[in-house]
Every structure is written in structure tokens, then in C-alpha cells.
């Protein structure tokens, strides 16, 4: 069974930074690329940035190019995202996901997310 | 960028109706194409991938069809926890992966 849970959300202030987690089980993580998706409040689904199955790739949307960062922890089947210079839009739901390959696929499964709200 | 347009972008529609959503690419995009739903509150499941393939255990009165840049997902006899928002996803041309707008599917 697939277990993705994300944690370290909450609130940060404008400018500042925040590093999100997705913990990662029932499955070899070292075979699937990991996506970060997210959702504004009563929005749609906006796709953040993915890592590469073997980590030799990351591609970010152009919102986020330049502040956020994608990473992995093979060893401890942990996704992270490392969000700088944070702004309000960045507010909203924040959901990682399998790919269904090396990372070229879309999400296969996903985590129930992480709320982070960016606010004085 | 590739868009993707979805139609329509609400729906009313009574159990056991016959529900057809659209979603048409930019640009063609083969069968990079997948289905999402999501329930109120909760996160977004995979329906179908690659077009038309339907994952793991996922009811059989969901279907969907196209290629190119023209796609429907279609849901036969609606049940009541299909009452949800659907979302197409292009992974054709990567970045940036995109998603359609949304469509929400509510009780008529």
C-alpha cells in the first residue's frame, strides 16, 4: 500500500522561509519521481515542481523558479520542498505525489496535503 | 506552454445520469492525459492515465477516450460519491505539467 504523508505546514510570514515533507511508504521511492502540487484557496490544482526518479532532474513552474526547491532523502524515503522568499499567493494546500515513472508521468497517488498560509 | 481547456466548468446532474467532461490541449499531446477526481476537502485520486487506461481500482463506469488534443472522461449511471471536481492533467510537455480548470460535477 502506498503511504505518502506531508507535514511542516503552517504559517510564515511574507519574505520568509518554510521547508515542507513528504514521507513516503509502501513503495520503492527510488523508482518513481515526486511531484509537489498545490491548491489555493477554493482554486484548482497547480502543479509546483518534480524531482526525478534518480534525482538527476528538476523541473519548477515559473511561479515558484528561482524560490523553491525540490529534494529527496533516498535513505529516509522523504520529499521535501524548501520554500524562500515566500509571498501570499503561495498560500494554499500543498499535496505531494508518485509519479507513476521517473517523472514524466503525473501523480499516481498522493498525500493528503499540508496547509501552509503565508500572512503577517 | 501547453493549456488545457476544460467544458464544462460546472454540471447538474441526478443519479444514474450519463456525465461527459471535455478537455481540449493547446496543442496535441498524444495520450499524455490524465483524470483526476476530488472529493470536498479531500485530496485529488487518479481516474484514468494515459488516455484511457484505468487505474487500480477505480469503478468500471468510468471510462475515457482521445488523442491529440481532444479528451472526454465520461462517467455512466453517476453515483452519489461522484459528486465531486474533475480535473484533465497534460504531462506531454514537461515543465510545466498543467491541469484544466476544473469541472464540478453537483446533486441537480
Known amino acids: 500500500q502506498v503511504y505518502l504523508v506531508e507535514s511542516g505546514g503552517g504559517v510564515v510570514q511574507p519574505g520568509r522561509s518554510l521547508r515542507i515533507s513528504c514521507a513516503a511508504s509502501?513503495?520503492?521511492?527510488?523508482?518513481?519521481?515526486m511531484h509537489w502540487v498545490r491548491q489555493g484557496p477554493g482554486k484548482g490544482l497547480e502543479w509546483v515542481a518534480v524531482i526525478w526518479s534518480d534525482g538527476s532532474k528538476t523541473y519548477y513552474a515559473d511561479s515558484v523558479r528561482g524560490r523553491f526547491v525540490i529534494s529527496r532523502d533516498t535513505s529516509k524515503n522523504t520529499l521535501y520542498l524548501q520554500m524562500n522568499t515566500v509571498r501570499a499567493e503561495d498560500t494554499g494546500v500543498y499535496y505531494c505525489?508518485?509519479?507513476?515513472?521517473?517523472?514524466?508521468?503525473?501523480?499516481?497517488?498522493w498525500g493528503q496535503g499540508t496547509l501552509v498560509t503565508v500572512s503577517s | 506552454d501547453i493549456q488545457m481547456t476544460q467544458s464544462p466548468s460546472s454540471l447538474s446532474a441526478s443519479v444514474g445520469d450519463r456525465v461527459t467532461i471535455t478537455c481540449r490541449a493547446s496543442q496535441s499531446i498524444n495520450h499524455y492525459v490524465n483524470w483526476y477526481q476530488q472529493r470536498p476537502g479531500k485530496a485529488p485520486t487518479l481516474l484514468i492515465y494515459?488516455?484511457?487506461t484505468l487505474h487500480a481500482g477505480v469503478p468500471s463506469r468510468f471510462s475515457a477516450s482521445g488523442y491529440g488534443t481532444d479528451f472526454t472522461l465520461t462517467i455512466t449511471s453517476l453515483q452519489p460519491e461522484d459528486f465531486a471536481t474533475y480535473y484533465c492533467?497534460?504531462?506531454?510537455?514537461?515543465?510545466?505539467?498543467?491541469f484544466g480548470g476544473g469541472t464540478k460535477v453537483e446533486i441537480k
Open positions: 492533467q497534460q504531462t506531454y510537455s514537461i515543465p510545466p505539467v498543467t
Open positions: 509502501g513503495f520503492d521511492s527510488s523508482s518513481h519521481g
Open positions: 494515459a488516455a484511457s
Open positions: 505525489a508518485r509519479d507513476r515513472s521517473d517523472g514524466s508521468y503525473g501523480g499516481d497517488y
